[in-house]
């Protein structure tokens, strides 16, 4: 008889960051995260932590981890002293590769399917304490995600240590894997999707731990009650000054010096439909707010939402467990929502509006009943308080979904074994069907990914996948594009004749599980508007000048710090 | 007494490499009716063939011009390309010590300098007004700029050549000058520390001169724009602070009594990555010191001097964060777009010289013959900051392109050999 092998194990991290705590006791937890039998590091077959302090030139020793045979307990740090995690380097590396973990995983869990890093490598580098400096980063040159530390108030302040932190620079990695041209020079909204993206999946992970919001909703409360909290503290204002503004306070004090106090700013952007029109907003960080406020109102009001349904335990009074899982329960499953629509956004020149119909398509295919919580028509409307109204106009009942596509396509001379895994198979695809499917064709194109998913609704039914995205590049000079009247391209002024423009368009092809097309979501290489509003933009910044300042996560989060742009309208 | 105006103005643009040092004489008739205003004396690299000692000379040369009688001293910002050499010695013989000797009846600074404006950097921001947290923040870069130096000292041989240059360059030029601040607030009858719209204080040294202080903005000033600076910005320059502080003191380990590896010791897998953190690092500190190099530039003081309609501008090394508040206003824009004499800022860096601001001077012209055309003075070095390849080069190709054709430049770099330190540009008004 032999007992089978674990699936998940459990690991200690610290909830939030060392500041948040309980009776006097730093907030931990135990998360779930894929068994594996792990070399010492933690070293496993995703995550390879190196402890290395560059500033200090130190290699610190990795713990050796006890093997899970046998039902072995393989959590270390299970109970320990808050003075042993702050002053243990090996759970430091254990902190920030369960969260890494814990992210993937969830990518993973979302997007039904293995998710791989950008660059050539099974496991991305971690170094929980790279360097003495107030800065983290996610470095696909270096395959590695960076973490700094640096002297506090109170004692050393570790990035690694921090919950958001880490989810925030693993998103990037994860995010550069599954959509490798987000990084490219595009549109300020393109930009700041990035780090708005990562802000939103490292926020909602905090939220999805029961620790974090049971210690945060009583930050209000007179007086705490084990069993039962009044309901009117439980009102979209109370509960933003509670969890979203509280989790803010409460966060590291030192910490906000990392890359400013996203949640702060992002919590008293009160909605308006003009920021998008702002110059001040066309800056990326800015920008990224707007996106991290939108989703994180209707985080709120889909919970408020939900608690409505909660009977009273007492006059006035729910039951504290119940509301303290609904709001768990919630960020949670907007978490699933956002990053499962990746699949659903263009490959190429992202903006938020087609992020929304991603959001929203996505989740209708999973889950077409969204009648009871309606998370769907939250997010509708807390987008369109920020001014973003979704890029499809979509149907009378689903409004803002992406629409299927016209014309009569053709899988006569297609291999369906094939098309869920080659990239040769799926272009065949789309150049047997460049009529119908209006494929540009004077550009190079290439098929960047095939992926097939398999992901669980809400129902208990497995939604079989085949995700493909493509992009097209055109290269051409400035006067080539001024003269060239199909394409109907506005080239800025200044800009020269024999100046080099590279064009890129692409596609999202989301196949069913028999082979046919459901959706081709696309933003084309010939749409005349926009790839003028985007010359406009990438030459007003500079782009042309220094294409270097444009892709950089160590400069970005530094320059977030400090409110320094590294690119202007007014350079030369 | 001087006549109520002057009549002409002689600007001397002096050799000081990487570094700006003007010499202003306004002309008015009558006899020993010249006043003369220095604005910045200071450098950071020499090029080959202005001899020793240049900064001395420059300093003699000054004293001689102005008759030992200097009426305003004018520091733009901290930087020490703009005032080093105010520095002085004990013996009393040091280029600061000459130009002390002419002993001006003011020294204008931005607000940034005010003594009063002063704080124990290592104080929480949270608990100081927002000016003195800017000030304290700006104490702070000094001391991160002094630790980069060091550790750069230290990894010479792992940062490259390029890189060591740089940091280095701007690591000294964003160390904090203490001689020659010191200096600058003592050899001044009185000190003016100037903002956005304040009184320059020139009024009775320059009698029919009008200046207008255009930059800095206060932070009050800046918030008005939105502008805003936080206190998160302030608290991230205290910390580096103290981080590139702590790599510096003996056998610096954040975990003393953790297990390490020997220097030879790594395990063979980790190589290429240590090797990449090693790099990376370099980098790392390039950033902070860039970051905080466009802070201290965006001090500077931004001024504007008239005299019978015709306006010099006199920007430091300003940048646009700085220049955001004044260009935000039409009037001052309006005033702008009239300007005679175009001090190029930061050494003809890209960014100094904002394309609104350039795009609205209406003097500039491809005419050589037009008498009204621009003239613009600019006080460089090639090859000393910043690489072509990455369009950073300092001056900028392309600004100094548009400088030699649409207005009468006078570059210091045409100055060669050891006796000919100063270009001289004659204003009639």
Same mark, same amino acid.
């Given at each position: 008889?032999?007992?089978?092998?674990?699936?998940?194990?459990?690991?200690?991290?610290?909830?939030?960051?060392?500041?948040?705590?309980?009776?006097?006791?730093?907030?931990?937890?135990?998360?779930?995260?894929?068994?594996?039998?792990?070399?010492?590091?933690?070293?496993?077959?995703?995550?390879?932590?190196?402890?290395?302090?560059?500033?200090?030139?130190?290699?610190?020793?990795?713990?050796?981890?006890?093997?899970?045979?046998?039902?072995?307990?393989?959590?270390?740090? @299970?109970?320990?002293?808050?003075?042993?995690? +702050?002053?243990?380097?090996?759970?430091?590396?254990?902190?920030?590769?369960?969260?890494?973990?814990?992210?993937?995983?969830?990518?993973?869990?979302?997007?039904?399917?293995?998710?791989?890093?950008?660059?050539?490598?099974?496991?991305?580098?971690?170094?929980?304490?790279?360097?003495?400096?107030?800065?983290?980063?996610?470095?696909?040159?270096?395959?590695?995600?960076?973490?700094?530390?640096?002297?506090?108030?109170?004692?050393?302040?570790?990035?690694?240590?921090?919950?958001?932190?880490?989810?925030?620079?693993?998103?990037?990695?994860?995010?550069?894997?599954?959509?490798?041209?987000?990084?490219?020079?595009?549109?300020?909204?393109?930009?700041?999707?990035?780090?708005?993206?990562?802000?939103?999946?490292?926020?909602?992970?905090?939220?999805? +731990?029961?620790?974090?919001?049971?210690?945060?909703?009583?930050?209000?409360?007179?007086?705490?009650?084990?069993?039962?909290?009044?309901?009117? +503290?439980?009102?979209?204002?109370?509960?933003?000054?509670?969890?979203?503004?509280?989790?803010?306070?409460?966060?590291?004090?030192?910490?906000?010096?990392?890359?400013?106090?996203?949640?702060?700013?992002?919590?008293?952007?009160?909605?308006?439909?003009?920021?998008?029109?702002?110059?001040?907003?066309?800056?990326?960080?800015?920008?990224?707010?707007?996106?991290?406020?939108?989703?994180?109102?209707?985080?709120?009001?889909?919970?408020?939402?939900?608690?409505?349904?909660?009977?009273?335990?007492?006059?006035?009074?729910?039951?504290?467990?119940?509301?303290?899982?609904?709001?768990?329960?919630?960020?949670?499953?907007?978490?699933?929502?956002?990053?499962?629509?990746?699949?659903?956004?263009?490959?190429?020149?992202?903006?938020?509006?087609?992020? +929304?119909?991603?959001?929203?398509?996505?989740?209708?295919?999973?889950?077409?009943?969204?009648?009871?919580?309606?998370?769907?028509?939250?997010?509708?409307?807390?987008?369109?308080?920020?001014?973003?109204?979704?890029?499809?106009?979509?149907?009378?009942?689903?409004?803002?979904?992406?629409?299927?596509?016209?014309?009569?396509?053709?899988?006569?001379?297609?291999?369906?074994?094939?098309?869920?895994?080659?990239?040769?198979?799926?272009?065949?695809?789309?150049?047997?069907?460049?009529?119908?499917?209006?494929?540009?064709?004077?550009?190079?194109?290439?098929?960047?990914?095939?992926?097939?998913?398999?992901?669980?609704?809400?129902?208990?039914?497995?939604?079989?996948?085949?995700?493909?995205?493509?992009?097209?590049?055109?290269?051409?000079?400035?006067?080539?594009?001024? @003269?060239?009247? @199909?394409?109907?391209?506005?080239?800025?002024?200044?800009?020269?004749?024999?100046?080099?423009?590279?064009?890129?368009?692409?596609?999202?092809?989301?196949?069913?599980?028999?082979?046919?097309?459901?959706?081709?979501?696309?933003?084309?290489?010939?749409?005349?508007?926009?790839?003028?509003?985007?010359?406009?933009?990438?030459?007003?910044?500079?782009?042309?000048?220094?294409?270097?300042?444009?892709?950089?996560?160590?400069?970005?989060?530094?320059?977030?710090?400090?409110?320094?742009?590294?690119?202007?309208?007014?350079?030369? | 007494?001087?006549?109520?105006?002057?009549?002409?103005?002689?600007?001397?643009?002096?050799?000081?490499?990487?570094?700006?040092?003007?010499?202003?004489?306004?002309?008015?008739?009558?006899?020993?009716?010249?006043?003369?205003?220095?604005?910045?004396?200071?450098?950071?690299?020499?090029?080959?063939?202005?001899?020793?000692?240049?900064?001395?000379?420059?300093?003699?040369?000054?004293?001689?011009?102005?008759?030992?009688?200097?009426?305003?001293?004018?520091?733009?910002?901290?930087?020490?390309?703009?005032?080093?050499?105010?520095?002085?010695?004990?013996?009393?013989?040091?280029?600061?010590?000459?130009?002390?000797?002419?002993?001006?009846?003011?020294?204008?600074?931005?607000?940034?300098?005010?003594?009063?404006?002063?704080?124990?950097?290592?104080?929480?921001?949270?608990?100081?007004?927002?000016?003195?947290?800017?000030?304290?923040?700006?104490?702070?870069?000094?001391?991160?700029?002094?630790?980069?130096?060091?550790?750069?000292?230290?990894?010479?041989?792992?940062?490259?050549?390029?890189?060591?240059?740089?940091?280095?360059?701007?690591?000294?030029?964003?160390?904090?000058?203490?001689?020659?601040?010191?200096?600058?607030?003592?050899?001044?009858?009185?000190?003016?520390?100037?903002?956005?719209?304040?009184?320059?204080?020139?009024?009775?040294?320059?009698?029919?001169?009008?200046?207008?202080?255009?930059?800095?903005?206060?932070?009050?000033?800046?918030?008005?724009?939105?502008?805003?600076?936080?206190?998160?910005?302030?608290?991230?320059?205290?910390?580096?602070?103290?981080?590139?502080?702590?790599?510096?003191?003996?056998?610096?380990?954040?975990?003393?009594?953790?297990?390490?590896?020997?220097?030879?010791?790594?395990?063979?897998?980790?190589?290429?990555?240590?090797?990449?953190?090693?790099?990376?690092?370099?980098?790392?500190?390039?950033?902070?010191?860039?970051?905080?190099?466009?802070?201290?530039?965006?001090?500077?003081?931004?001024?504007?001097?008239?005299?019978?309609?015709?306006?010099?501008?006199?920007?430091?090394?300003?940048?646009?964060?700085?220049?955001?508040?004044?260009?935000?206003?039409?009037?001052?824009?309006?005033?702008?777009?009239?300007?005679?004499?175009?001090?190029?800022?930061?050494?003809?860096?890209?960014?100094?010289?904002?394309?609104?601001?350039?795009?609205?001077?209406?003097?500039?012209?491809?005419?050589?013959?037009?008498?009204?055309?621009?003239?613009?003075?600019?006080?460089?070095?090639?090859?000393?900051?910043?690489?072509?390849?990455?369009?950073?080069?300092?001056?900028?190709?392309?600004?100094?392109?548009?400088?030699?054709?649409?207005?009468?430049?006078?570059?210091?770099?045409?100055?060669?050999?050891?006796?000919?330190?100063?270009?001289?540009?004659?204003?009639?008004?």
């Amino acid at each position: 008889m032999t007992v089978p092998p674990l699936r998940t194990r459990k690991l200690t991290i610290i909830a939030q960051d060392p500041s948040v705590k309980i009776k006097g006791k730093i907030l931990r937890t135990q998360v779930e995260i894929p068994a594996e039998e792990l070399q010492p590091g933690p070293w496993g077959y995703r995550v390879h932590t190196v402890d290395y302090d560059s500033s200090t030139s130190t290699l610190y020793q990795p713990l050796k981890y006890p093997s899970l045979k046998d039902g072995v307990d393989g959590d270390p740090f @299970k109970g320990a002293s808050d003075a042993k995690l +702050l002053s243990d380097p090996n759970f430091h590396a254990q902190n920030t590769y369960a969260i890494v973990m814990r992210i993937l995983a969830r990518f993973e869990f979302a997007l039904g399917r293995r998710v791989s890093w950008r660059f050539d490598s099974h496991q991305i580098k971690v170094a929980p304490h790279a360097f003495a400096d107030a800065n983290a980063f996610y470095s696909d040159r270096d395959q590695a995600l960076m973490f700094g530390y640096f002297p506090g108030r109170k004692g050393m302040v570790y990035c690694s240590l921090s919950h958001d932190i880490v989810a925030h620079e693993t998103t990037h990695a994860l995010l550069d894997g599954l959509r490798e041209r987000y990084t490219d020079p595009s549109s300020p909204e393109q930009a700041a999707f990035h780090e708005g993206f990562a802000d939103i999946v490292a926020l909602l992970s905090v939220f999805s +731990l029961t620790g974090i919001v049971e210690t945060l909703i009583d930050l209000n409360a007179p007086r705490r009650n084990a069993s039962q909290i009044a309901r009117k +503290l439980l009102t979209i204002e109370e509960l933003r000054r509670s969890m979203l503004l509280g989790l803010a306070k409460e966060m590291g004090q030192e910490l906000p010096a990392i890359r400013g106090n996203v949640l702060r700013r992002s919590v008293e952007l009160v909605p308006a439909r003009d920021y998008i029109k702002q110059r001040e907003f066309e800056e990326p960080h800015r920008r990224g707010e707007i996106l991290v406020a939108a989703v994180m109102n209707a985080f709120l009001s889909v919970w408020v939402k939900r608690l409505k349904a909660l009977g009273q335990i007492a006059p006035g009074a729910l039951d504290r467990g119940r509301v303290i899982e609904e709001g768990a329960a919630v960020a949670d499953y907007l978490l699933t929502m956002v990053i499962r629509a990746l699949d659903y956004a263009p490959p190429v020149n992202l903006e938020f509006c087609d992020f +929304l119909s991603a959001i929203l398509t996505s989740d209708r295919e999973i889950n077409p009943n969204d009648s009871k919580y309606k998370f769907r028509e939250t997010l509708r409307q807390s987008f369109a308080s920020y001014g973003i109204r979704p890029r499809s106009e979509g149907t009378p009942g689903d409004p803002g979904i992406w629409l299927g596509p016209e014309g009569q396509l053709s899988n006569e001379r297609i291999h369906f074994e094939s098309l869920q895994r080659d990239p040769d198979e799926v272009f065949r695809f789309i150049w047997d069907n460049r009529g119908p499917l209006k494929f540009y064709e004077n550009a190079y194109s290439r098929v960047l990914s095939v992926r097939p998913c398999l992901r669980i609704g809400p129902d208990g039914f497995a939604l079989r996948e085949t995700v493909a995205e493509y992009m097209q590049i055109l290269e051409l000079q400035a006067g080539e594009l001024r @003269k060239d009247k @199909k394409l109907r391209i506005a080239v800025p002024e200044e800009m020269p004749d024999d100046q080099e423009i590279r064009l890129t368009g692409g596609g999202a092809l989301i196949f069913d599980e028999y082979g046919k097309l459901k959706f081709h979501i696309e933003n084309r290489l010939d749409d005349g508007e926009r790839q003028s509003q985007r010359l406009e933009y990438l030459w007003g910044y500079g782009y042309y000048r220094n294409p270097a300042s444009f892709r950089n996560f160590a400069s970005l989060h530094r320059q977030r710090a400090t409110s320094l742009t590294s690119f202007s309208r007014e350079d030369w | 007494m001087a006549t109520s105006k002057p009549k002409s103005l002689t600007i001397r643009s002096y050799q000081v490499g990487f570094g700006d040092c003007f010499l202003l004489t306004f002309h008015y008739t009558g006899q020993n009716k010249d006043r003369h205003v220095l604005v910045d004396f200071g450098s950071t690299g020499q090029p080959r063939g202005a001899g020793e000692n240049l900064m001395l000379r420059v300093a003699q040369d000054i004293k001689q011009q102005c008759n030992g009688k200097l009426h305003a001293v004018v520091a733009t910002h901290r930087h020490k390309d703009h005032i080093s050499g105010f520095a002085t010695n004990k013996k009393g013989t040091a280029s600061g010590d000459v130009i002390a000797s002419c002993k001006p009846d003011v020294v204008l600074q931005p607000w940034t300098e005010h003594p009063k404006a002063r704080v124990d950097a290592t104080q929480a921001p949270g608990a100081m007004t927002s000016n003195k947290a800017f000030v304290a923040a700006l104490g702070n870069m000094h001391a991160i700029s002094g630790a980069v130096l060091l550790e750069a000292q230290r990894r010479k041989s792992m940062l490259g050549a390029t890189l060591f240059r740089e940091l280095t360059f701007l690591g000294d030029d964003n160390l904090s000058n203490a001689s020659a601040v010191e200096n600058l607030m003592r050899m001044g009858k009185k000190n003016y520390y100037l903002n956005f719209g304040s009184k320059s204080g020139l009024e009775r040294v320059l009698p029919g001169v009008k200046t207008t202080v255009l930059g800095p903005p206060t932070l009050k000033q800046s918030s008005e724009i939105k502008i805003q600076r936080s206190r998160d910005e302030d608290e991230f320059w205290m910390f580096q602070a103290l981080a590139n502080q702590f790599v510096l003191k003996p056998e610096a380990r954040v975990f003393r009594r953790a297990k390490t590896y020997s220097a030879q010791g790594a395990p063979p897998f980790t190589r290429w990555f240590l090797k990449r953190m090693r790099s990376i690092r370099g980098e790392q500190l390039l950033g902070i010191v860039r970051a905080l190099d466009k802070v201290m530039n965006n001090t500077s003081l931004i001024l504007l001097f008239e005299v019978n309609g015709k306006k010099l501008l006199f920007p430091g090394d300003a940048q646009i964060e700085n220049w955001s508040y004044a260009l935000s206003k039409p009037a001052i824009r309006r005033l702008l777009s009239r300007v005679n004499v175009y001090k190029v800022g930061h050494h003809g860096s890209r960014n100094a010289t904002p394309k609104t601001l350039w795009a609205g001077f209406k003097n500039r012209s491809t005419k050589k013959t037009d008498k009204k055309r621009l003239k613009a003075l600019m006080s460089t070095m090639s090859g000393k900051h910043g690489k072509a390849t990455s369009s950073t080069e300092v001056p900028r190709k392309t600004l100094v392109k548009a400088l030699n054709s649409e207005s009468e430049l006078f570059n210091t770099q045409d100055l060669k050999g050891k006796k000919n330190i100063s270009l001289v540009c004659d204003i009639k008004f």
